[in-house]
Each structure stands twice: as structure tokens, then as C-alpha cells.
């Protein structure tokens, strides 16, 4: 599996590379913003770990083009910033996950193994297309179509509505829903969770109202 390292300090990137490589992982680096759209041109990675503060293209722009033309790459967001609005702004630009510096760096190795898992849970797995409604959706080929319109979804999308109509009228948790996608070996807030749930359901075009929130409990999705 290979990751694509997007920082401009090169001892931190050749520290990530390091320890990703140590675990497994194939990995190339770019310290600018403006190598990175070049390079997906021509080799795909399965991951991006995307530093925000980035010389050329900055972080969010580059988060930003990078899920319009290639959703289905998982992008964990690296930030120095404290402030929540900068985190909450990535996420909603399609981040998958997001960790802050001086981040710990077994953290940072499990977080990129689970934005990147591209295989589902075994009480989660069906076979062929799923149809809810005017929802149909082909887990081989990670396609979603609303009323006949493909949309694009992120692999944590993808997977929170996979989950949701594989269970219809099924109330989550938040926590369940972070064990389940997420994994349990990877620290993830709750906030998090909301800003996919949002995403995901203005993406539904007219059955968004499906995705229902339950206050004091959590998340369901009503059956067709």
C-alpha cells in the first residue's frame, strides 16, 4: 500500500516515511503543494497525509482538489493549528481524519491503517448492489447512485452509508459508529463523527431525510 508524505519539513516527512516504511508501507514524499497534483496525474497512491501549511498550494486548496477529482483517496490531515475551525473546515473539505503536531507517531501509523483500510468488516460485507429507495449502491465497484446521479463519496462516507443501509431503522451511537468505521485503536472525536454524518447527508440530494439524528443517542437510518 502505498502513501503519499505532503509536508514541507523534511525531517518530519522523512520521520513519517521512516516509521511508515518500517510498518510496511511504500511511500513517496513532495515538501511543496504544486508537486502534488502533477504527481497523482501520473501514480494514484492509496493515501495522502496532507500538512496544511504547505509552500505553493496550501493544505485546504490542495485537500480541496485533490477529493474533486480523486474522491476515493483517503486523506488524513496534519495541522499545527489548535483552533477546532481549522480542523472542522478540512473535514468538511473531504479530509478522512485528521491528527494534530507533535502528533505521536504510532498514532499517526494506526490512524493512516485505518483511513486507508479499503476492506469491510465481515458483519458488514454484501454481495452485489444494495438498493434503499432511490439509493443504489455497488460496494465492488465503490459507486453510489441517488436517483440515478452518481455521487462522490469519501471511504469514510462510503462506509457510514453502507452501514446505515445494510441496517435500516437501526439507531448508532456515536461511539458505536467510531468503533465500527473508525476503529477502536484510533482516538477520533465525536466531532468527527457529526461532520461525515452531515457531509454525507447533503450529498443524499432527496433522501437526505433518511439519515436521521436522534438526539441523545445518535444516528438511523429510515428504511425506505
Not at 58 to 63: A, I, P, Q, S
Not at 123 to 147: C, D, L, R, Y
Not at 206 to 216: A, D, Q, V, Y
Request: proline share 4%; with cysteine.
Amino acid at each position: 500500500m502505498k502513501i503519499l508524505i505532503v509536508d514541507d519539513e523534511e525531517d518530519i516527512a522523512g520521520l513519517i516515511q521512516f516509521h511508515l516504511e518500517e510498518e510496511g508501507f511504500q511511500t513517496e514524499v513532495c515538501h511543496n503543494g504544486m508537486e502534488v497534483l502533477p504527481r497523482l496525474e501520473k501514480n494514484l497512491p492509496d493515501g495522502i497525509i496532507l500538512d496544511l501549511m504547505l509552500p505553493g498550494i496550501g493544505g485546504m486548496d490542495l485537500c480541496k482538489r485533490i477529493k474533486e477529482k480523486y474522491p476515493q483517496i483517503p486523506i488524513l490531515m496534519v495541522t499545527a493549528k489548535t483552533g477546532e475551525t481549522d480542523v472542522v473546515l478540512g473535514l468538511e473539505l473531504g479530509a478522512d481524519d485528521y491528527i494534530r503536531k507533535p502528533f505521536n507517531i504510532r498514532e499517526l501509523v494506526a490512524r493512516v491503517r485505518t483511513v486507508t483500510r479499503r476492506t469491510i468488516d465481515p458483519n458488514q460485507e454484501v454481495q452485489g448492489t444494495i438498493t434503499t429507495g432511490k439509493i443504489q449502491i455497488n460496494p465492488t465497484a465503490h459507486k453510489v447512485f441517488v436517483e440515478g446521479t452518481e455521487i462522490d463519496l469519501t471511504l469514510i462516507e462510503f462506509k457510514l452509508l453502507q452501514l446505515f443501509a445494510g441496517n435500516p431503522g437501526v439507531a448508532f451511537s456515536r461511539d458505536k459508529l467510531l468503533d465500527r468505521i473508525w476503529g477502536k485503536d484510533v482516538f477520533v472525536t465525536d466531532r468527527t463523527v457529526d461532520v461525515n454524518i452531515k457531509r454525507l447527508r447533503d450529498k443524499l440530494l432527496s433522501e437526505k431525510e433518511r439519515l436521521e439524528t436522534i438526539r441523545g443517542v445518535g444516528y438511523r437510518f429510515r428504511d425506505a
